[in-house]
């Protein structure tokens, strides 16, 4: 130490002061790390939400993100790809394929195009012989059109007055009938009506009254009976009766119209002018 210098003792510098770290926060329920890597194998989505508000450190929690949606995204990486069925079928670039005509489709024809519904020709006018085969073809009948006036046994020159159905009316949809009159008779009106009208009866002349006489009154002869009428066609007509459709089937009247002999309404259930239809 130099002569005429003085000493001054600097005591050593203290440590400097470290302020004590900050508290650890708590953790939740939901930030427990066994939980979280539970999901993030599990169901990745939930597990990666976790993550980020785990107390994992930042690095964590991105090499945690990673690894969980490669785990999510590892089967839709991995899955085949579809076949282009087009490209298949496609074929070689040197090969030239000749163009092959494409088939048209042919229209397959629905039953209701193949096959022609019979419909009802006009037989009004004609003779019965020609009408014969389609009324019988359908389970027609053949009536006669004066109520009063039977079929012969034989009735193919008879003409035809009326028809049902009407022409050009398809035949499936009624029973063929036909009514038929005798050649150099005139066709009715209407069918059913009556040609041989019954006369009137004449009425007698009144009796002329006896004259009073001193004689007694001698008795008066007791006038005769007259005979009673014979039963007309039209009357017997109206005593036909049927009780139901299987007499009318027996009787070979089956279907029966309203105006046949027998029609009632009893026979007739939906009021459509045929009883007796099936």
Same mark, same amino acid.
């Given at each position: 130490?130099?002569?005429?210098?003085?000493?001054?003792?600097?005591?050593?510098?203290?440590?400097?002061?470290?302020?004590?770290?900050?508290?650890?926060?708590?953790?939740?329920?939901?930030?427990?790390?066994?939980?979280?890597?539970?999901?993030?194998?599990?169901?990745?989505?939930?597990?990666?939400?976790?993550?980020?508000?785990?107390?994992?450190?930042?690095?964590?929690?991105?090499?945690?993100?990673?690894?969980?949606?490669?785990?999510?995204?590892?089967?839709?990486?991995?899955?085949?790809?579809?076949?282009?069925?087009?490209?298949?079928?496609?074929?070689?670039?040197?090969?030239?394929?000749?163009?092959?005509?494409?088939?048209?489709?042919?229209?397959?024809?629905?039953?209701?195009?193949?096959?022609?519904?019979?419909?009802?020709?006009?037989?009004?006018?004609?003779?019965?012989?020609?009408?014969?085969?389609?009324?019988?073809?359908?389970?027609?009948?053949?009536?006669?059109?004066?109520?009063?006036?039977?079929?012969?046994?034989?009735?193919?020159?008879?003409?035809?007055?009326?028809?049902?159905?009407?022409?050009?009316?398809?035949?499936?949809?009624?029973?063929?009938?036909?009514?038929?009159?005798?050649?150099?008779?005139? &066709?009715?009106?209407?069918?059913?009506?009556?040609?041989?009208?019954?006369?009137?009866?004449?009425?007698?002349?009144?009796?002329?009254?006896?004259?009073?006489?001193?004689?007694?009154?001698?008795?008066?002869?007791?006038?005769?009976?007259?005979?009673?009428?014979?039963?007309?066609?039209?009357?017997?007509?109206?005593?036909?009766?049927?009780? =139901? &459709?299987?007499?009318?089937?027996?009787?070979?009247?089956?279907?029966?119209?309203?105006?046949?002999?027998?029609?009632?309404?009893?026979?007739?259930?939906?009021?459509?002018?045929?009883? &007796?239809? =099936?």
């Amino acid at each position: 130490m130099p002569a005429g210098e003085t000493y001054v003792y600097t005591p050593p510098q203290p440590y400097p002061y470290a302020p004590p770290p900050p508290p650890r926060p708590l953790r939740r329920w939901w930030q427990h790390p066994a939980l979280i890597i539970t999901l993030l194998v599990i169901f990745p989505p939930a597990g990666i939400a976790l993550v980020w508000t785990s107390l994992w450190k930042k690095s964590q929690k991105i090499v945690a993100t990673v690894l969980s949606a490669l785990w999510f995204l590892l089967p839709f990486l991995t899955a085949d790809p579809p076949k282009d069925d087009a490209k298949a079928d496609r074929p070689a670039a040197g090969a030239s394929p000749s163009p092959t005509p494409t088939p048209t489709p042919t229209p397959t024809p629905t039953p209701s195009e193949t096959e022609e519904v019979p419909v009802m020709p006009s037989l009004v006018g004609g003779a019965y012989a020609s009408a014969e085969p389609i009324v019988t073809a359908n389970l027609g009948r053949a009536y006669a059109a004066y109520k009063d006036v039977d079929l012969p046994a034989e009735y193919g020159t008879w003409l035809v007055c009326f028809q049902r159905p009407d022409a050009g009316a398809p035949v499936t949809s009624a029973v063929p009938v036909v009514y038929l009159t005798e050649p150099g008779v005139p &066709c009715p009106a209407s069918p059913n009506t009556v040609l041989h009208k019954p006369t009137p009866k004449p009425t007698p002349p009144p009796s002329p009254k006896p004259r009073p006489t001193t004689q007694p009154p001698t008795a008066a002869p007791e006038p005769e009976p007259e005979p009673e009428p014979e039963p007309t066609q039209e009357a017997a007509e109206e005593d036909v009766y049927y009780r =139901n &459709c299987t007499a009318v089937r027996a009787a070979g009247a089956a279907p029966i119209h309203r105006g046949d002999p027998g029609y009632a309404r009893h026979l007739d259930r939906d009021g459509d002018g045929v009883g &007796c239809e =099936n």
